[in-house]
């Protein structure tokens, strides 16, 4: 184990936001991060994991310990007549955790294709796009509590996954409660692929785009190839501008709410959901209250998807966005959405 000190962070944010860790220490195998909570120096500081940084805004300097997970491996661990199951370790790319998946014939992850981060950040989120979900193909994690060391592995029920939220971002506020918030450290995710498989097409841009090409009964690699393409020409590489993907959460409101802002505004887009509320698309309310394009200082909203925040002064330190200039664009979009819609704009990352 070592312990790194004044380390830049720019690199390690798809943000591109420029601050350092007071300390770093990388966790390549468990027992880098046994090593790290029998030291009794460092047991005993506040620690922050990083992963990907693909879903998070630092807003100054990092003093807790940074432990910058870099588990590696992808194997798969088990076959039956009915599924696939594939474990990946928690520091793997999770696009290219994806690609492999397809590549060796375990299909099942490709509508999730080109979402940035890590494998170990994928629970935590329950990341989803394209119709799908991490949670519908979610298997198991193994991961280790911070404050005692010991390890333990969670099933998808015992992770209780929903819209963007699991356990992991919830903080138990009394003994007995079950949040793990600042709590845990995901070592490896092994994820449930069914047998046969059946491409998820239920998202209009993916049924479009089958009929363009004419292709009935398209491949794993075909579904993995468009959702890369719909992505794409949507959503800025952060390698080329800085962003968090998404940076708001679609709300959810009641049939009732619904059809008073369509009485209002019949042009918005929402979807009804299997619960009965209404998803509404937080693009849409941003861009209809005049952000798209906007800038806050080298803060901005992407042109082509209000829903992106993105860092206009690139990588350059001296003209990257700050934190501070992320949110306060993210708070004055907020403020707009709640005035036109009555709508409160919950963010996606983690605020540092």
């Known amino acids: 184990m070592q312990t790194e000190r004044n380390v830049p962070l720019q690199s390690y944010n798809t943000f591109g936001i ?21 030291d009794a120096e460092l047991a005993a500081v506040p620690k922050f994991v990083l992963g990907g940084g693909s879903n998070i805004v630092l807003t100054g ?16 661990v088990e076959e039956t007549d009915k599924l696939w199951v594939v474990e990946a370790g928690a520091g793997e790319g999770w696009h290219s955790t994806v690609e492999w998946t397809v590549q060796h014939g375990f299909p099942g992850l490709e509508n999730l294709a ?12 329950n990341i989803g796009a394209y119709g799908v979900e991490l949670q519908d193909r ?39 409660d079950f949040g793990l918030a600042g709590r845990a450290l995901i070592l490896r995710v092994r994820f449930l692929l069914p047998k046969p498989w059946k491409p998820e097409l239920g998202y209009l841009d993916l049924e479009r785009r089958r009929a363009e090409e004419g292709v009935e009964h398209p491949t794993p690699r075909q ?10 020409a949507k959503l800025p590489d952060w390698r080329v501008v800085g962003n968090a993907g998404s940076f708001f959460k679609n709300p ?69 966005a700050t ?21 409160r704009l919950e963010p996606e990352p983690v605020v540092v």
């Open 323 to 343: 934190g501070g200039e992320v949110m306060t664009l993210a708070k004055a979009i907020q403020t707009s959405v709640y005035e036109r819609f009555g709508i």
């Open 114 to 125: 080109l979402i940035p981060g890590t494998v170990g950040a994928s629970p935590v989120q």
């Open 223 to 232: 579904v993995f190839d468009w959702v890369c393409d719909i992505r794409r």
């Open 252 to 320: 959810t409101v009641s049939p009732e709410q619904c059809a008073d802002i369509i009485a209002r505004e019949p042009r918005i887009v929402h979807y009804p959901m299997p619960d009965g509320s209404i998803k509404l698309a937080a693009g849409w309310l941003i861009d209809a209250c005049g952000w798209k394009g906007k800038s806050v200082g080298n803060a901005g909203v992407y042109e082509k998807q209000a829903l992106v925040l993105v860092n206009r002064g690139g990588a350059d330190p001296a003209s990257a």
């Open 138 to 176: 979610f298997h198991s994690l193994d991961a280790i509590d911070l404050q005692t060391g010991q390890p333990f592995t969670l099933n998808a029920a015992q992770c209780a996954f929903g819209y963007r939220d699991s356990v992991f971002k919830h903080v138990a506020a009394a003994p007995g």
């Open 61 to 76: 300097d990092v003093r807790p310990l940074v432990l910058k997970v870099e588990v590696p491996g992808v194997r798969l």
């Open 18 to 38: 420029v601050a350092r860790a007071h300390r770093l220490v990388r966790i390549g195998a468990e027992a880098d991060l046994q090593a790290v909570l029998a």
